[in-house]
């Protein structure tokens, strides 16, 4: 999927992700990595991790936690994620750089979220709005997986649109 060619109005925001929407605005990169930007706008599974590591850290990093984490394990397939044991996973994510700086949270998150899209949505986190639903129906269920509340349900908009993936600018 390629990225957003369209801006939308993200003046409401506040923080890393507006820094790196401010920054496509200026030199058509999001994560100040090409390649990084790419993989987050192949992979859905990628895009929703990298909002889900987007705390506590800066927003480049946080996004660039899912392209780290398949260069890590070979995958970033859910089924496999969800079936690792959680201090694999967190070994995983502590090699330097680390994938987020609170690695055991995450892992835990990262698990829980790899299990419910296994089990719920085929093992791609496109089916959470691929399926034609509004935004308010694709809120909803972000916020029901581990470590999204509202704020970051309302920033999956933005992630969605300018990673190529939905776009939600007319709701």
Do not use: C
Not at 150 to 160: D, N
């Amino acid at each position: 999927m390629p990225l957003a060619t369209t801006h939308i109005d993200y003046s409401t925001l506040e923080g890393g992700l507006v820094r790196m929407m401010n920054r496509y605005k200026e030199s058509g990169t999001l994560t100040g990595d090409a390649e990084v930007d790419e993989y987050l706008a192949q992979d859905a599974n990628a895009a929703l991790l990298g909002l889900l590591y987007d705390q506590r850290v800066r927003a480049e990093s946080a996004f660039k936690g899912p392209f780290r984490l398949r260069e890590r394990l070979g995958h970033l397939d859910m089924a496999k994620i969800a079936a690792m044991e959680h201090q694999d996973l967190v070994d995983v994510m502590k090699i330097s750089p680390a994938v987020h700086r609170f690695t055991g949270t995450m892992a835990d998150y990262t698990k829980r979220i790899a299990d419910i899209l296994t089990n719920e949505y085929g093992g791609n986190a496109a089916n959470l709005w691929n399926d034609g639903v509004d935004f308010p129906t694709v809120q909803k269920r972000v916020r029901k997986l581990p470590g999204f509340g509202a704020e970051k349900a309302e920033k999956l908009r933005y992630v969605l649109h300018y990673f190529g993936h939905r776009d939600f600018s007319g709701e």
